[in-house]
């Protein structure tokens, strides 16, 4: 059989992993294909928009040819109407799922599929399944029925515990390579020549960084007055410490975004102190790169980078802001 592909998409799906997803979508038609799987790539790599489409090809009234793209259940799916592909994610009031969550799904589980031979389960992020809802969510393996297909999304395998990995298929999705990436730029964003070589380096093999970079209006002027506060960000001067603070406090509906951009531009510090030049992300910037590593004790920019990192994980903790800033700056 051969594949639906135009070049962009496949079966009306954007994926891009073409081969991988070929080999899934034939374990369907040959019958051979698993109860449970874990999609594991970064975010960005388009693992749920892949998930939708072994889900349809997985519930598709035609298995042979699957997905046939015209049935009923087919159309459903794409318009994500399909009753036998349910999509697991934190209650409107939460943000994890926890194990009431998963005995729910289990409840759900016993019921049969109202059209198709399978019931598909996509959970969306395995990382925010808390361990006890790990746990319970094993009790629904202990004998699943034949029609329960369990996919689950991922970032990081560390987060699960091995009792559920070993349960599940492992399926990785690489980041795109630097050919593939430009070409997805170029044909996309034609108009993008000149920032190509920074989105390359940036973007690192992610096709929607690139769609979030090039569609966000405000992203270079960002960029470009977090970096104006680096030498600030590096000072020991209690008053830069103010500084950063007050500049954070103004930007905090970017503040993930802020730290990114450091965090990039202080990692090619290190690399240029450590004559890596060709290994830099922020190749548009080798100037103020160039006057930052010279100018900065090479131990304040590998503390700075140390920091930046905790800095990601105490933000996503919901550390306040003022109290943030002040740790990130004032160093002994």
């Given at each position: 059989?051969?594949?639906?592909?135009?070049g962009?998409?496949?079966?009306?799906y954007?994926?891009?992993?073409?081969?991988?997803?070929?080999?899934?979508?034939?374990?369907?038609?040959?019958?051979?294909?698993?109860?449970?799987?874990?999609?594991?790539?970064?975010?960005?790599?388009?693992?749920?928009?892949?998930?939708?489409?072994?889900?349809a090809?997985?519930?598709?009234?035609?298995?042979?040819?699957?997905?046939?793209?015209?049935?009923?259940?087919?159309?459903?799916?794409?318009?994500?109407?399909?009753?036998?592909?349910?999509?697991?994610?934190?209650?409107k009031?939460?943000?994890?799922?926890?194990a009431?969550?998963?005995?729910?799904?289990?409840d759900?589980?016993?019921?049969?599929?109202?059209?198709?031979e399978?019931?598909v389960?996509?959970?969306e992020?395995?990382?925010?399944?808390?361990?006890?809802?790990?746990?319970?969510?094993?009790?629904?393996?202990?004998?699943?029925?034949?029609?329960?297909?369990?996919?689950?999304?991922?970032?990081?395998?560390?987060?699960?515990?091995?009792?559920?990995?070993?349960?599940?298929?492992?399926?990785?999705?690489?980041?795109?390579?630097?050919?593939?990436?430009?070409?997805?730029?170029?044909?996309?964003?034609?108009?993008?020549k000149?920032?190509?070589?920074?989105?390359?380096?940036?973007?690192?093999?992610?096709?929607?960084?690139?769609?979030?970079?090039?569609?966000d209006?405000?992203?270079?002027?960002l960029?470009?007055?977090?970096?104006?506060?680096?030498?600030?960000?590096?000072?020991?001067?209690?008053?830069?410490?103010?500084?950063?603070?007050?500049?954070?406090?103004?930007?905090?509906?970017?503040?993930n975004?802020?730290?990114?951009?450091?965090?990039?531009?202080?990692?090619?510090?290190?690399?240029?102190?450590?004559?890596?030049?060709?290994?830099i992300m922020?190749?548009?910037?080798?100037?103020?790169?160039k006057?930052?590593?010279?100018?900065?004790?090479?131990?304040?920019?590998?503390?700075?980078?140390?920091?930046?990192?905790?800095?990601?994980?105490?933000?996503?903790r919901?550390?306040?802001?003022?109290?943030?800033?002040?740790?990130?700056?004032l160093?002994?």
């Amino acid at each position: 059989m051969i594949l639906f592909w135009d070049g962009k998409f496949m079966y009306g799906y954007e994926v891009f992993h073409e081969e991988l997803m070929k080999n899934l979508i034939e374990s369907v038609h040959g019958g051979k294909s698993s109860h449970a799987y874990i999609f594991e790539g970064e975010k960005g790599l388009g693992t749920l928009e892949a998930a939708r489409l072994f889900a349809a090809a997985l519930t598709c009234s035609n298995t042979s040819i699957s997905p046939c793209g015209t049935c009923q259940t087919c159309i459903e799916s794409k318009a994500d109407t399909n009753p036998d592909i349910i999509y697991v994610r934190p209650q409107k009031d939460k943000k994890s799922i926890g194990a009431d969550d998963m005995r729910a799904l289990s409840d759900d589980v016993a019921i049969k599929p109202f059209n198709s031979e399978r019931k598909v389960y996509i959970i969306e992020d395995g990382a925010l399944l808390t361990e006890p809802a790990q746990n319970t969510f094993l009790k629904t393996f202990e004998e699943p029925p034949e029609y329960a297909v369990f996919i689950m999304l991922i970032e990081n395998l560390s987060t699960l515990l091995d009792t559920v990995l070993s349960r599940f298929t492992l399926v990785h999705f690489p980041v795109l390579s630097e050919e593939r990436i430009k070409k997805y730029i170029t044909e996309k964003y034609p108009e993008e020549k000149e920032r190509l070589p920074f989105l390359l380096k940036y973007c690192s093999g992610i096709p929607e960084t690139v769609d979030a970079v090039i569609n966000d209006s405000e992203f270079e002027s960002l960029r470009d007055i977090s970096l104006e506060k680096i030498f600030a960000l590096a000072s020991r001067d209690k008053r830069d410490a103010f500084v950063i603070q007050k500049f954070l406090e103004e930007k905090k509906e970017n503040i993930n975004q802020i730290l990114d951009f450091w965090l990039s531009f202080v990692r090619d510090a290190v690399l240029i102190q450590l004559n890596a030049r060709d290994k830099i992300m922020n190749v548009d910037k080798k100037d103020i790169l160039k006057d930052f590593s010279s100018k900065t004790n090479p131990e304040i920019v590998l503390m700075l980078y140390d920091r930046l990192v905790t800095a990601q994980k105490m933000i996503k903790r919901y550390v306040n802001i003022k109290g943030l800033s002040l740790w990130l700056s004032l160093k002994k």
